[in-house]
């Protein structure tokens, strides 16, 4: 406010008068600014630099609060005191740190304190805290066990949801899933199987494997040895039945028992062992065969392989060779290094490669023969390297042998013993373990294989209808629920009884009856009676 106007002395003007702050206010003033500045200045001087790291904004696995994720850094780290919800909690002192080492805290929300002495001691300590959500609950996946293409190499389309997922991957591609946890992927040329994996914020995973199941388009075929193939006396009538429609498919050799490689392979391992002999171009087959639309199996009779085994032996890797309790190779009446450890890596590649470059020349099935362990006692014999059960070891190799097998274009089947569908230890067959890894299974359930009695069958040579029919049945119980087909060996030769068109065509009945439309025709001669069978197409 302005004071009136009061006249001066002569010539002085006009003065105006305003109020002045008193001089004690001004000092007060001045001290309480020196105080507030001195109490920041030491405060600053006495509070710890304390940063938590490790403890994300979205919520964290019970492990990242127990097994050192989350680290505290400050200049002090001796001294600091570090509770987890109230209580002290263990920690490992690290160079200018801390790693938290607590008990894996329950899901929810949860406060971390760090607890650190002034630098000026009667100033007392500083506390510095952060709260964090532990989440150990993984994704709600939810897909299909199977994906079922109409043919090999065809494109599939994984559907599921994946409730609480932040990333979807399928066959290890991401997906984005929709808000509500939808989502949709096509996989261009799916293998065997489809891994799908939903990961939530915090790291948890809920992982789901689907099978992909290719339908076997069938076959009506007769096996063939490689030389037997080079023979026009023999290779001619088989040519004659595929004309006539008896026959839709040929089995040839691609490794036979003796251990030799009758086509013309390039593997370099089984040219330099001696197993390659040339007797016919597959390249050559395949195309006559294809081009009379009659599909092509190629037969591989895995470990019962005597040139693999002696080469191994001689070349001081007996590891490969399955060996006596005593350390010398197993002959159990097969003669020597006759059987190959299935449980060697070598051993495994080496039929891996052969069934690859088949499937790779244009084998339209690789069958595997052979696919077991010897018979006899298990405690008599040695696999080294072996550290699960023969059976689950079989399954393993075939596992291993699909992916190969598929991705070059060829199905996958495995031969086995009729008694491995009820005793699958004695040969390390365990049928479904098997049909995990495989299109098909072929049994032998050659009647004149079954002793008397057998599936309450009394002489199983003498009634090839009922013990084809009964055995085949339990084989279908085994493989229930995995679309895996059964496509089995019957019996074209004599062996104890005497066998033609009728009992051949009995065996066919038998399995068709059974819902097994398809099978492979056994003649160690490779003579069939083709009367048995009825032109198709």
């Known amino acids: 406010m302005t004071e009136p106007v009061s006249e001066g002395p002569a010539g002085a003007g006009k003065v105006s008068r305003t109020n002045r702050i008193p001089q004690w206010a001004l000092v007060g003033a001045a001290v309480v600014v020196l105080l507030v500045a001195a109490y920041l200045l030491l405060r600053f001087l006495s509070t710890e630099d304390v940063e938590v790291d490790g403890l994300p904004e979205h919520p964290v696995t019970p492990a990242a609060a127990a097994d050192g994720s989350i680290q505290i850094r400050t200049e002090n780290p001796g001294v600091a005191q570090v509770l987890l919800d109230g209580r002290h909690v ?9 790693a938290v080492h607590a008990q894996s805290p329950p899901d929810g929300v949860h406060r971390l304190e760090v607890i650190t002495p002034r630098s000026v001691s009667w100033l007392g300590s500083t506390s510095t805290t952060r709260e964090f959500t532990v989440d150990s609950e993984p994704p709600q996946l939810a897909v299909e066990d199977s994906l079922r293409p109409e043919r090999l190499g065809e494109p599939v389309t994984v559907r599921g949801k994946a409730a609480g997922a932040a990333q979807v991957t399928v066959a290890g591609k991401p997906v984005v899933p929709r808000p509500d946890g939808s ?8 293998d ?16 789901k494997t689907m099978t992909v199941h290719i ?3 069938g076959m009506r075929a007769v096996h063939m040895t490689g030389l037997a193939w080079t023979s026009g006396k ?5 040519l004659e039945m595929a004309r006539q429609g008896r026959i839709d498919t040929v089995e040839l050799d691609i490794k036979d028992e003796s251990g030799e490689i009758p086509y013309d392979s390039k593997l370099p391992e089984a040219n330099r062992i001696g197993a390659v002999k040339n007797y016919y171009s597959a390249r050559e087959a395949i195309d006559q065969l294809h081009g009379m639309g009659v599909r092509v199996v190629g037969r591989l009779v895995a470990f019962k392989d005597p040139v693999l085994g002696e080469a191994s032996w001689r070349e001081g890797h007996p590891e490969r060779v399955v060996q006596t309790s005593d350390g010398q190779p197993w002959t159990g ?6 059987f ?9 590649q080496y039929n891996i490669d052969v069934a690859a470059e088949a499937a790779e020349l244009g084998f339209d099935d690789v069958l595997y023969d052979y696919v077991r362990r010897p018979d006899g006692g298990i405690e008599k014999m040695r696999f080294a390297g072996l550290n699960t059960t023969p059976e689950a070891g079989i399954a393993e190799f075939l596992r291993q042998s699909q992916t190969a097998v598929r991705s070059r274009g060829a199905l ?3 031969s086995v013993f009729g008694i491995s569908v009820d005793r699958p230890t004695q040969i390390a067959q365990d049928i479904p373990q098997m049909a995990k890894f495989v299109d098909y299974i072929a049994p032998m359930v050659y009647p004149s294989h079954w002793g008397p009695g057998e599936f309450g069958v009394a002489e199983p040579n003498s009634a090839p209808y009922d013990i084809v029919r009964r055995s085949l049945a339990k084989f279908s119980e085994a493989v229930a629920g995995t679309d895996v087909q059964i496509i089995p060996w019957l019996q074209d030769f004599s062996l104890g009884a005497e066998y033609g068109p009728a009992e051949v065509g009995a065996q066919i009945d038998a399995a068709r009856d059974g819902g097994m439309p398809s099978y492979l025709l056994w003649a160690p001669n490779c003579r069939y009676h083709g009367d048995a069978l009825v032109p198709q197409g």
């Open 192 to 207: 065997r199987e489809v891994q799908v994996v939903a990961t939530d914020d915090a790291g948890n995973r809920a992982a």
């Open 333 to 338: 009446g097969y003669g020597g290094y006759a």
């Open 340 to 348: 190959t450890n299935f449980a060697d890596p070598a051993v495994r």
């Open 412 to 414: 996958l089947g495995a």
């Open 183 to 190: 989502f949709s992927a096509v996989v261009d040329r799916p």
């Open 215 to 217: 339908k076997h388009p």
């Open 234 to 238: 023999l290779r001619e009538p088989v």
């Open 90 to 98: 263990g920690v490992q002192q690290q160079p200018g740190k801390l």
